[in-house]
C-alpha cells in the first residue's frame, strides 16, 4: 500500500452528505501538500501559517479542526514525497476551471501572506503556480493585491 493511499484512507473518513469519488480525496491531499508547500518555501511552517492553513481547508471542505489538522499532517507528507509543485499539480487533476485555478493561487497567496507580509520565495512560488495553471500576469497580480490586503489587515 501506498503512503498516498494511507493518507487517503486517513482523510477519507470524514462525514459528507453523499460519498466523494476517490480522485476528489487525492485532489484535497494534493491541494494541502501543495499549500504547505507555499507556507514552508521559506524555510519553516510557522504556527500562524499552520493555523491559517487548517481555518482554510477547514472552511473549504466543511472539516472540523482536528480533520483539518490531519489533511494539514497528510499534505506535509506528500510534500516531502513529491520532488516539485508540477506533480502536485498533476495530482489535482487537469480538470479545473479558470475559477478553480483562481481560487488555488488566492488559497496560496493567502497562506504567504499569513505572516503579514509576503516574501521573495513565497511570491516567486505563487507566481510560477499562477503560470502552470495558465493565469496571466494581471490575474496573478490581482489575486496577490487582495491577499496582501488581507494579510496586513489580519497582522
Do not use: Y
Not at 476528489?24 to 514552508?40: I, P, T
Not at 493565469?135 to 491577499?147: N, V, W
Amino acid at each position: 500500500m501506498s503512503l498516498l493511499t494511507r493518507l487517503i484512507d486517513l482523510v477519507r473518513g470524514v462525514a459528507h452528505p453523499e460519498p466523494l469519488p476517490t480522485d476528489f480525496q487525492e485532489e484535497r491531499l494534493a491541494l494541502a501538500a501543495l499549500l504547505v508547500h507555499v507556507a514552508r518555501v521559506d524555510g519553516n511552517l510557522q504556527a500562524v501559517e499552520r493555523r491559517d492553513l487548517v481555518a482554510l481547508l477547514a472552511g473549504r471542505f466543511g472539516l472540523s479542526d482536528s480533520m483539518a489538522e490531519r489533511l494539514v499532517a497528510g499534505g506535509d507528507a506528500l510534500d516531502r514525497e513529491v520532488d516539485d509543485i508540477t506533480d502536485l499539480i498533476d495530482r489535482l487533476g487537469h480538470h479545473l476551471d479558470d475559477g478553480r485555478k483562481r481560487d488555488l493561487v488566492a488559497m496560496a497567496f493567502r497562506i504567504a501572506a499569513a505572516d503579514g507580509w509576503i516574501g521573495e520565495f513565497e511570491d516567486d512560488l505563487v507566481w510560477r503556480l499562477g503560470h502552470l495553471l495558465g493565469l496571466s500576469d494581471d490575474a496573478i497580480r490581482a489575486l496577490r493585491a487582495d491577499a496582501a490586503r488581507a494579510g496586513a489587515a489580519a497582522g
